[in-house]
């Protein structure tokens, strides 16, 4: 739970100093995708706190290529 604390605090410090200087600048984009990459990563964060399985990128696309090569392997053999 502390781990969870420490990261939500973390992220509200991190957006109290960023945020106000993206809105004086009138960067709205930016602050739209500091917003979402923030979130992300604070979501995954508190995620890999709690030891929560977050599955590897690499898995996905051997999934989705794997018959293509199976495919490919058999017709070359």
């Not at 990563?41 to 018959?67: C, H, R, W």
């Amino acid at each position: 739970m502390w781990i969870v604390f420490g990261i939500l605090t973390l992220a509200v410090v991190i957006a109290f100093i960023d945020v106000p200087y993206l809105l004086k600048q009138g960067l709205k984009k930016e602050l739209w995708t500091f917003s979402i990459l923030l979130l992300l990563g604070t979501g995954l964060s508190i995620a890999e706190g709690l030891q929560v399985e977050i599955p590897n990128p690499m898995d996905a696309l051997a999934f989705i290529y794997k018959p293509l090569i199976d495919l490919l392997f058999g017709l070359f053999k």
